[in-house]
């Protein structure tokens, strides 16, 4: 899972910062809200209207280092797959 942190109540995150989780193993929605529960044993609280994609090992690399955000690694996937179309 990908966001931008509004809220921490741990600390861990600034507002406003880019987070990438662990592998999420389960979600329970709760209204207007959906509980997300990763392998790493964290739970995030995140609105319900969300979007999901799958992306690689290499995509999720590149975004755990913080270097890009989720919409900046799918364009960038495209500009390959258009660049590897075009060989």
Known sequence: MS???IDDETFR???FEQ???SKIVSK????DK???YTHSESCYVIDADHKL???SFVE???MRAGAYSVDRVLEMREQLK???KSH
């Open 19 to 21: 987070m990438v989780t």
């Open 3 to 5: 966001g931008v942190v």
């Open 53 to 55: 994609i799958d992306i």
């Open 13 to 15: 995150f600034r507002p």
């Open 28 to 31: 329970s929605a709760d209204e």
């Open 82 to 84: 258009s660049q590897n």
């Open 34 to 36: 959906l509980e997300i």
């Open 60 to 62: 999720l690399v590149v």
